[in-house]
């Protein structure tokens, strides 16, 4: 099972590192025509990078358009970013120079699991009882939701319900990656655990979750409004005028 594992997540994570960058290429070569950055945007190319940060951190426009969907993405948002820095305990050691770091939030990862798992309920309750939402959600907008409702909530499980050795877990994922393969802990909460991220893994690639690095390519928000002082000619067209 270790083995089995082992494998698992070496395929998952090449397919999640080469689909990915193989997306953003893809969206890197995307004509852009037009401007047509959402108004009233900035017209300089800093107060482009200030609103792209103030989109990616607070999520501004989703709080101009709506409060709940706006708390409730926020909540999980930041929530999987404490998860995910908590979380790598596991892939360096304590000499790392990035260590103190990460001891420091050991205990605002694990409230910022709470949060996520709550977050992404309130996400999965405004699919189901907003008309709205619930008319244009497709069975895989469900099942994103639910995998990583699964994953947070086992995560949750296994810190304060079903205890594993994480010394165990740290060791197998510092082999991994050197083919130095380890043996996992065999706690079946811990296997669906990881199981599951391996299946976010091969899926994030071909999913709607590409948003995350989606949002940096798209023309609304990292244009800058000046049509009239600069024409603006996309590379594809300017090689047809040469």
Do not use: C
């Not at 426009?61 to 995910?84: C, E, N």
């Not at 309130?122 to 939701?145: E, H």
């Not at 994030?204 to 000619?233: C, T």
């Amino acid at each position: 099972m270790s083995t089995f594992y082992a494998i698992l997540f070496i395929v998952a994570t090449l397919v999640l590192v080469i689909g990915v960058a193989r997306r953003v290429y893809l969206y890197y070569k995307v004509p852009a025509p037009l401007k047509i950055p959402t108004t009233p945007a900035p017209v300089t190319r800093a107060g482009v990078v200030l609103r792209m940060f103030r989109e990616v951190v607070f999520f501004e426009s989703l709080f101009k358009a709506t409060k709940w969907t706006w708390l409730f993405g926020w909540m999980f948002h930041i929530g999987l970013a404490l998860v995910l820095a908590r979380h790598l305990r596991y892939f360096m050691d304590d000499d790392n120079i990035f260590w103190p770091l990460i001891e420091l939030i050991q205990p605002f990862g694990i409230y910022a699991g709470f949060a996520m798992v709550l977050g992404l309920l309130g996400l999965l309750g405004r699919r189901i009882f907003v008309d709205r939402v619930r008319y244009i959600s497709a069975p895989s907008d469900y099942a994103m939701l639910l995998l990583l409702i699964g994953i947070g909530a086992i995560g949750l499980a296994i810190k304060f319900i079903f205890r594993t050795d994480v010394v165990a877990v740290k060791s197998f994922f510092d082999g991994l990656w050197v083919f130095d393969w380890q043996d996992l802990p065999m706690d079946a909460p811990l296997l669906i655990h990881l199981g599951l991220v391996a299946v976010l893994f091969l899926i994030f690639p071909i999913s709607k979750l590409l948003h995350a690095p989606g949002i940096f390519f798209s023309p609304s928000r990292n244009q800058v409004d000046n049509p009239r002082e600069v024409r603006h000619v996309a590379d594809w067209a300017r090689k047809l005028e040469e």
